[in-house]
């Protein structure tokens, strides 16, 4: 019998990455950087299997003939289809049957092997929230790493902590191995304190054109024609040239895509992580000669037979808006890094074509490399995986954004999750025992097994109208175990117990001819959000929930129009959620004052009420409601203009500590008003004044001075008002002036009058005005003006306001 697990001779026949075997180290950490198609994912995982079995026999001093069963080794992907796919062709080349000495574990489906199991990232963190010693694993082996998804980095920071606590034991160490196809390796392996092994490529040449459409940018389905049109034109070319057995790979980024292209290919086959796991095998095995996928084909798992690749050039990714304070699906033009890897899957097994549907200019202004998740996504599930995994503050690849890490932290406070201290509490450890995203975690927690439908489409990204959504029964089954029954629950109800912020009201529409409503018209699909934004209808929800008053929404689609793509009616929102307060203005030189009750930015219903018959608590919403205006309502005298304008100059600038007026604090002015002061005697000038940094601002006249000496002794005043120092004075008063003073990093900008204070001259350069333009102002000018020096040398005349009389007395 083969004295170690695997014959690696065996499995590495014909694969490039068999030339790593010889320089794989005994112990890790190890990087291993290797193209896609070398067949690192096939070889590496059984090579890690023999060495832990080669450590175990040392260890307990057994002889090399006898089997050893290692511990396990795990290889996470980040994809169901990948994972599959890689355990079902090392069981294939091993001999094995899967499930036995190689499996597989992904929602839904568990077939675990005795030495090697392919997980997705996800399963992977469950099992360590659940095991932290991960017992009876030697190995854990994070394959796309280049990728940068978020669960992919958690999973390489955690398990680093598993090894560094299980380091010094000759048997039971952790070796952790990262493996990518493209990464920046001295980054990850730094931090990782790894040793690093590299295999080229064995590529074949590409003919790589380009083929621009006009509407790429839009996204639009003439665009999607536009890229089968191409892939049916490479295909056709391949087949004519003798080769009808050659497939084509076509690149778009997402299902709705995939399902416009595949609809002009007849014969195609779409490949997406949607799909069953019939429907996926039957894409990479099939005998569709043209094969239309996302990302996931890019360099997770391989599609036999391709000879040519068509790309859209665009990829789906989560973005959060900060500003928005929601995250969403965005489709962005992809890096070059995965252009790059999507050209070269046409180049594994021959002389290749790439048709790109984009040009060469748009390709050199690709991003380098993908940007990772962490710093672009929604972090509440990751940060409640840290807070149970007890490191809230691990080292990770990428810190993430500190806005995002607060919204996070405030979002699993309000769900109960965190205590005040960000301390994980008992329903923090019930919701990261749930597979799902906290949210809807939280739902299923308080809505029980009625809400299991719901809750698995949504942790599947199932889009459309959620009423209508079909997940897998194993997988309504599964979610409906974790929870009692309370009761049938509508889909409304559940998404909305999830995202609070995302209950929708249908906006009031005109239907062109100054009425209003919202039937008949073509913006019936415009909703508020309760969080502030405005998002339309997906045009496939227009029909089934288009004109719906009140919507729960799922999941929006950012962008310059936010699309919503998930989503379910709602017959009333729950309206204890519902506030009421004062809000205040000014108005008409009158203080105005309305009672509003609303659902976070949706308005419920607005009174106006008296200042006068305020109790205490709402004359202080008024006063911050009035305050919150700013400046606006204020008497603003010609004094406080200028103050405003030097103020706003010195913050443009210098920055700090110089104020944004605009957020300045008006409390005291505005409690004023509020107790029935007349608005016409507040004065914005003493207002300023107290928003104004100190000590600084006893040099407000040296940094931004209120006039400006000029040769002549007078002092014309200096203007900010466009962002720039201006200075307005007579000609004649600058004479022999050769340098323009600068006020805090700009340089004045003079404006030249006539003695009638007419224009003759703009600029900042004195010195090439006299020795040039000044001339032929001379000579217009000295006509038209006599009484007043016109001298033909202006360096060597006297600077004077005065006419040449005035001046020669």
């Given at each position: 019998?083969?004295p170690?697990?695997?014959?690696?001779?065996?499995?590495?026949?014909g694969?490039?990455?068999?030339?790593?075997?010889?320089?794989?180290?005994?112990?890790?950490?190890?990087?291993?950087?290797?193209?896609?198609?070398?067949?690192?994912?096939?070889?590496?995982?059984?090579?890690?299997?023999?060495?832990?079995?080669?450590?175990?026999?040392?260890?307990?001093?057994?002889?090399?003939?006898?089997p050893?069963?290692?511990?396990?080794?795990?290889?996470?992907?980040?994809?169901?289809?990948?994972?599959?796919?890689?355990?079902?062709?090392?069981?294939?080349?091993?001999?094995?049957?899967?499930?036995?000495?190689?499996?597989?574990?992904?929602?839904?489906?568990?077939?675990?092997?005795?030495?090697?199991?392919?997980?997705?990232?996800?399963?992977?963190?469950?099992?360590?929230?659940?095991?932290?010693?991960?017992?009876?694993?030697?190995?854990?082996?994070?394959?796309?790493?280049?990728?940068?998804?978020?669960?992919?980095?958690?999973?390489?920071?955690?398990?680093?902590e598993?090894?560094?606590?299980?380091?010094?034991?000759?048997?039971?160490?952790?070796?952790?191995?990262?493996?990518?196809?493209?990464?920046?390796?001295?980054?990850?392996?730094?931090?990782?304190?790894?040793?690093?092994?590299?295999?080229?490529?064995?590529?074949?040449?590409?003919?790589?054109?380009?083929?621009?459409?006009?509407?790429?940018?839009?996204?639009?389905?003439?665009?999607?024609?536009?890229?089968?049109?191409?892939?049916?034109?490479?295909?056709?070319?391949?087949?004519?040239?003798?080769?009808?057995?050659?497939?084509?790979?076509?690149?778009?980024?997402?299902?709705?895509?995939?399902?416009?292209?595949?609809?002009?290919?007849?014969?195609?086959?779409?490949?997406h992580?949607?799909?069953?796991?019939?429907?996926?095998?039957?894409?990479?095995?099939?005998?569709?000669?043209?094969?239309v996928?996302?990302?996931?084909?890019?360099?997770?798992?391989?599609?036999?037979?391709?000879?040519?690749?068509?790309?859209?050039?665009?990829?789906?990714?989560?973005?959060?808006?900060?500003?928005?304070?929601?995250?969403?699906?965005?489709?962005?033009s992809?890096s070059?890094?995965?252009?790059d890897?999507?050209?070269?899957?046409?180049?594994?097994?021959?002389?290749?074509?790439?048709?790109?549907?984009?040009?060469?200019?748009?390709?050199?202004?690709?991003?380098?490399?993908?940007?990772?998740e962490?710093?672009?996504?929604?972090l509440?599930?990751?940060?409640?995986?840290?807070?149970?995994?007890?490191?809230?503050?691990?080292?990770?690849?990428?810190?993430?954004?500190?806005?995002?890490?607060?919204?996070?932290?405030?979002?699993?406070?309000?769900?109960?999750?965190?205590?005040?201290?960000?301390?994980?509490?008992?329903?923090?450890?019930k919701?990261?025992?749930?597979?799902?995203?906290?949210?809807?975690?939280?739902?299923?927690?308080?809505?029980?097994?009625?809400?299991a439908?719901?809750?698995?489409?949504?942790?599947?990204?199932?889009?459309?109208?959620?009423?209508?959504?079909?997940?897998?029964?194993?997988?309504?089954?599964?979610?409906?175990?974790?929870?009692?029954?309370?009761?049938?629950?509508?889909?409304?109800?559940?998404?909305?117990?999830?995202?609070?912020?995302?209950?929708?009201?249908?906006m009031?529409?005109?239907?062109?001819?100054?009425?209003?409503?919202?039937?008949?018209?073509s913006?019936?699909?415009?909703y508020?959000?309760?969080?502030?934004?405005?998002?339309?209808?997906?045009p496939?929800?227009?029909?089934?929930?288009?004109?719906?008053?009140?919507?729960?929404v799922?999941?929006?689609?950012?962008?310059?129009?936010?699309?919503?793509?998930?989503?379910?009616?709602?017959?009333?929102?729950?309206?204890?959620?519902?506030?009421?307060?004062?809000?205040?203005?000014?108005?008409?030189?009158?203080?105005?004052?309305?009672?509003?009750?609303h659902?976070?930015?949706?308005?419920?219903?607005?009174?106006?009420?008296?200042?006068?018959q305020?109790?205490?608590?709402?004359?202080?919403?008024?006063?911050?409601?009035?305050?919150?205006?700013?400046?606006?309502?204020?008497?603003m005298?010609?004094?406080?203009?200028?103050?405003?304008?030097?103020v706003d100059?010195?913050?443009?600038q210098?920055?700090?500590?110089?104020p944004?007026?605009a957020?300045?604090d008006?409390?005291?002015?505005?409690?004023?008003?509020?107790?029935?002061?007349?608005?016409?005697d507040?004065?914005?000038?003493?207002?300023?004044?107290?928003?104004?940094?100190?000590?600084?601002?006893?040099?407000?006249?040296?940094?931004?001075?209120?006039?400006?000496?000029?040769?002549?002794?007078?002092?014309p005043?200096?203007?900010?008002?466009?962002?720039?120092?201006?200075?307005?004075?007579?000609?004649?008063?600058?004479?022999?002036?050769?340098?323009?003073?600068?006020?805090?990093?700009?340089?004045?900008?003079?404006?030249?009058?006539?003695?009638?204070?007419?224009?003759?001259?703009?600029?900042?350069?004195?010195?090439?005005?006299?020795?040039?333009?000044?001339?032929g102002?001379?000579k217009?000018?000295?006509?038209r003006?006599?009484?007043?020096p016109?001298?033909?040398?202006?360096?060597?005349?006297?600077?004077?306001?005065?006419?040449?009389?005035?001046?020669?007395?």
């Amino acid at each position: 019998m083969f004295p170690y697990p695997f014959d690696l001779a065996s499995i590495g026949e014909g694969l490039p990455a068999a030339e790593l075997l010889p320089r794989i180290p005994q112990r890790g950490p190890l990087v291993v950087e290797a193209p896609p198609g070398t067949g690192k994912t096939t070889l590496v995982p059984p090579a890690l299997s023999n060495i832990l079995a080669r450590t175990a026999d040392e260890a307990t001093g057994e002889p090399p003939t006898t089997p050893t069963i290692p511990p396990k080794v795990l290889v996470t992907a980040p994809r169901r289809v990948a994972v599959r796919a890689a355990a079902r062709r090392l069981a294939h080349l091993d001999g094995s049957r899967v499930g036995d000495r190689v499996g597989y574990s992904i929602r839904g489906e568990h077939h675990p092997g005795r030495l090697v199991e392919f997980v997705t990232p996800g399963v992977l963190l469950n099992r360590l929230l659940a095991d932290p010693a991960l017992e009876g694993v030697g190995a854990v082996l994070i394959d796309e790493v280049h990728e940068r998804q978020l669960d992919s980095d958690l999973v390489l920071a955690m398990c680093q902590e598993v090894a560094l606590l299980r380091e010094g034991d000759p048997v039971g160490e952790l070796y952790l191995c990262a493996m990518s196809a493209t990464v920046d390796t001295q980054k990850l392996a730094e931090y990782m304190g790894a040793q690093v092994v590299f295999t080229p490529a064995v590529t074949h040449p590409l003919d790589i054109s380009y083929h621009p459409h006009p509407e790429r940018a839009q996204g639009s389905p003439a665009f999607y024609r536009h890229v089968a049109d191409l892939a049916l034109q490479v295909h056709t070319s391949r087949r004519e040239s003798g080769h009808p057995d050659h497939r084509t790979l076509v690149f778009v980024p997402g299902r709705k895509e995939i399902d416009w292209v595949c609809s002009h290919l007849p014969g195609s086959a779409p490949l997406h992580g949607g799909l069953t796991s019939r429907e996926q095998d039957a894409a990479l095995t099939g005998g569709s000669p043209i094969v239309v996928a996302t990302s996931i084909a890019e360099s997770s798992l391989t599609v036999p037979g391709v000879h040519a690749v068509v790309d859209a050039g665009l990829s789906r990714t989560p973005r959060r808006d900060q500003a928005r304070g929601m995250t969403g699906l965005v489709t962005v033009s992809t890096s070059k890094a995965s252009a790059d890897q999507r050209a070269g899957r046409a180049g594994r097994l021959g002389p290749g074509q790439v048709y790109r549907a984009y040009s060469a200019a748009d390709y050199s202004h690709f991003a380098p490399d993908i940007t990772p998740e962490i710093l672009s996504s929604d972090l509440v599930a990751a940060t409640l995986t840290l807070a149970a995994w007890g490191s809230p503050d691990i080292s990770l690849l990428d810190a993430p954004p500190a806005a995002t890490l607060t919204d996070a932290h405030k979002e699993l406070r309000a769900l109960g999750a965190l205590d005040g201290n960000g301390a994980i509490t008992e329903m923090g450890q019930k919701l990261a025992r749930i597979p799902a995203d906290p949210r809807l975690g939280a739902a299923l927690l308080a809505h029980g097994s009625g809400a299991a439908e719901v809750v698995a489409a949504l942790s599947i990204g199932l889009q459309g109208d959620l009423a209508e959504a079909q997940p897998a029964a194993a997988e309504v089954r599964r979610f409906a175990r974790m929870v009692d029954d309370h009761g049938p629950a509508t889909p409304g109800e559940v998404v909305a117990s999830s995202y609070p912020d995302r209950v929708a009201k249908l906006m009031e529409a005109s239907d062109g001819s100054g009425n209003r409503g919202n039937s008949g018209s073509s913006q019936a699909s415009e909703y508020l959000l309760a969080s502030g934004t405005r998002a339309t209808l997906a045009p496939e929800l227009r029909r089934p929930l288009g004109g719906s008053e009140w919507l729960a929404v799922a999941e929006v689609q950012l962008g310059r129009t936010p699309l919503i793509r998930a989503a379910a009616r709602l017959t009333q929102p729950d309206m204890s959620q519902a506030q009421e307060n004062i809000t205040a203005h000014v108005s008409d030189g009158k203080l105005r004052a309305r009672r509003t009750r609303h659902l976070g930015a949706i308005e419920l219903s607005s009174t106006p009420v008296s200042v006068s018959q305020l109790g205490e608590e709402e004359k202080a919403q008024a006063v911050a409601a009035l305050a919150a205006e700013g400046l606006g309502w204020m008497r603003m005298t010609e004094g406080a203009s200028r103050m405003k304008e030097r103020v706003d100059y010195l913050r443009e600038q210098l920055g700090e500590p110089w104020p944004d007026l605009a957020a300045g604090d008006y409390t005291p002015e505005a409690e004023r008003v509020v107790a029935g002061e007349r608005i016409a005697d507040i004065d914005a000038y003493q207002a300023i004044m107290r928003q104004l940094p100190w000590p600084e601002a006893g040099r407000m006249n040296e940094l931004a001075p209120e006039r400006l000496e000029v040769p002549s002794g007078s002092a014309p005043k200096v203007h900010y008002e466009t962002g720039r120092p201006i200075v307005r004075v007579k000609l004649q008063e600058c004479f022999g002036l050769a340098e323009s003073p600068t006020i805090a990093g700009q340089k004045v900008l003079f404006h030249l009058l006539s003695p009638a204070g007419r224009e003759l001259a703009v600029t900042d350069d004195l010195k090439s005005f006299w020795n040039g333009p000044y001339q032929g102002v001379r000579k217009d000018m000295r006509g038209r003006y006599p009484k007043h020096p016109w001298p033909e040398d202006p360096w060597s005349a006297t600077a004077t306001k005065k006419t040449k009389r005035a001046l020669e007395n």
